[in-house]
């Protein structure tokens, strides 16, 4: 009974989310809705762990958490930001992390009936909202602006309107077509991280959804040489801008594009500084730096820059990658120790009889936000609590669908175990 209230609250959480958070975001103009859902979500996990007999909690978890302490009374220690800018940024940076381990932990499965509305869900958000502001585009392209703020954002909402509806789908050849051409709206925003997401689409959907193709074999190498040529060169003009050849890029970049090109030429500098920990919380290339301005920005000569002033800070977070240089080193560290955490044991998972479509959503899901976050916030941001909840939702149920039926389980749930729950 328990179990079945927390499947409805994570499904109801998801649509949630998903419309209010990234769909109405602009339109409606509040900016708690993540919050708010954090907020839900960790009560539910603290009942349910204060319920269990022997206090179960996830071991990740507790290492995050205690990360995140850690980083917390570090950055008072040194002082990074003023003490409200800190736990303001502590919030914003634990948010994504918090919706992934208590969704996890919380054991949902969501059943067929779950699935199908959240497929009609993505596929009505899809036709009612998303193709309208894109056919309208080729007309008023500052429908964008209009609708959903920034053209970068319709890309994101169509993204995770149609990873919604591949995972609520059953991942045969009709609904894989279905899931790309729904993607494909989102090439009217023109946006290089855009392109590169949608040919990793079609690589994951169509050569990696199968068991042989998880083997190191050289076919299989060549199928992800060719993915990663095929990424890099639909986004090799913002490649050459950040990475290759930064100061001769910079001469025809717009404005706003400045910013991000001097958050990452800055970030070694910020990383040799302050080594091995980083320049704290609210320190560097986040919302909260910006909003309460960090001294660092003057430290290094960056104040005069347009985006990044005191007086307009508007571009200040505009990537995600540059703000690992709070952390430092370590901290990077750790943050590739988590998706490697996450990896694994969805590979686990997956050689334990983890279902195909799942492990190809999930990995999706790390592709979209490894090429979302080179020029955006995303994880901490517009759409990142809601993809992190969908990740810990997939490895929930690979994880049930891993465990044998016994004797005396109900026929409902040996039904929902052959469906892949």
Request: charged share 15%.
């Amino acid at each position: 009974m328990v179990q079945s209230v927390i499947n409805r609250y994570i499904f109801g959480l998801l649509v949630f989310t998903l419309v209010f958070a990234i769909l109405l975001y602009n339109l409606i103009g509040f900016d708690f809705t993540d919050e708010i859902c954090a907020l839900g979500l960790f009560a539910l996990f603290f009942y349910t762990v204060l319920k269990s007999s022997d206090w179960a909690f996830n071991k990740a978890f507790l290492i995050t958490l205690t990360v995140f302490a850690f980083y917390t009374c570090y950055s008072f220690r040194i002082g990074s930001n003023v003490p409200r800018a800190i736990v303001n940024d502590l919030v914003i940076q634990m948010k994504p992390y918090l919706a992934f381990f208590c969704v996890y932990h919380l054991k949902p499965c969501l059943n067929s009936v779950h699935k199908k509305l959240l497929r009609e869900t993505a596929l009505l958000c899809w036709f009612l909202f998303l193709l309208p502001i894109g056919v309208t585009s080729l007309a008023y392209p500052r429908i964008f602006i209009v609708m959903m703020e920034h053209i970068s954002y319709f890309g994101i909402a169509v993204s995770l309107v149609s990873l919604c509806y591949l995972y609520g789908s059953s991942f045969t050849l009709r609904n894989k077509i279905i899931f790309l051409a729904l993607l494909s709206l989102g090439l009217l925003c023109g946006r290089s991280k855009f392109y590169g997401f949608f040919t990793v689409a079609v690589f994951v959907v169509f050569f990696f959804s199968k068991p042989e193709y998880f083997k190191i074999k050289f076919k299989n190498i060549l199928i992800l040489l060719s993915m990663t040529g095929v990424v890099v060169l639909v986004a090799w003009r913002k490649i050459a801008y950040y990475f290759v050849n930064p100061v001769i890029g910079a001469g025809d970049m717009d404005p706003d594009l400045i910013v991000r090109l001097v958050l990452y030429y800055t970030m070694p500098q910020v990383l040799h500084d302050y080594f091995p920990f980083g320049s704290g919380f609210s320190s560097y290339a986040t919302y909260s730096s910006g909003a309460w301005y960090s001294d660092l920005y003057v430290e290094y000569g960056l104040d005069n820059v347009w985006g990044m002033s005191k007086s307009y800070s508007g571009f200040i977070s505009d990537a995600y990658y540059p703000c690992l240089a709070q952390f430092g080193v370590v901290g990077i560290g750790l943050f590739v120790w988590f998706w490697v955490y996450v990896i694994r044991k969805a590979f686990r998972l997956y050689r334990q009889g983890g279902p195909a479509g799942s492990i190809a959503v999930l990995f999706l899901i790390a592709g979209f936000l490894i090429i979302e976050e080179t020029t955006a916030s995303t994880l901490i941001a517009q759409g990142g609590f809601f993809v992190m909840m969908l990740m810990g939702l997939i490895l929930s149920e690979m994880k049930q669908a891993t465990k044998p039926i016994k004797v005396n389980d109900s026929p409902s749930y040996r039904e929902e175990k052959i469906r892949g729950c």
